[in-house]
């Protein structure tokens, strides 16, 4: 059982940058792929980012490279998603996801397939 548990969301203008956190707890963190999804009202989740637990290797979407950073803090268990140069359409709730996989697979996959889920927090981009 992984737990997962976000913060960091909130209110931006177009152009400027938040962090994302998210605390994991569980057994054999070193296992797992953490990753982020993003959903917009009416629309499907969709995959953001992912880090692998152990090695740290990334994967991203498209429409993020070069603006979103992903990263992970062993001591801490936590992993954080740098957003800059935010655009209205990121404006979306961000979910913490985790999984027995790799990251570039999590971005491969359908999200339905991820085990672990965060309970979201929502970011806003205003233009």
């Known amino acids: 059982q992984v737990q997962l548990v976000e913060s960091g969301g909130g209110l931006v203008q177009a152009g400027g940058s938040l962090r994302l956190s998210c605390a994991a707890s569980?057994?054999?963190?070193?296992?797992?792929?953490m990753g982020w999804f993003r959903q917009a009202p009416g629309k499907e989740r969709e995959f953001v980012a992912a880090i692998n637990w152990s090695g740290g290797s990334t994967y991203y979407a498209d429409s993020v490279k070069g603006r979103f950073t992903i990263s992970r803090d062993i001591a801490r268990s936590t992993v954080y998603l740098q957003m800059n140069s935010l655009k209205p359409e990121d404006t979306a709730v961000y979910y913490c996801a985790a999984d027995l996989t790799t990251a570039q697979n999590m971005g491969i996959i359908d999200y339905y397939g991820i085990n672990y889920w965060g309970k979201g927090t929502l970011v806003t981009v205003s233009s």
């Open positions: 569980g057994r054999a963190l070193s296992r797992y792929a």
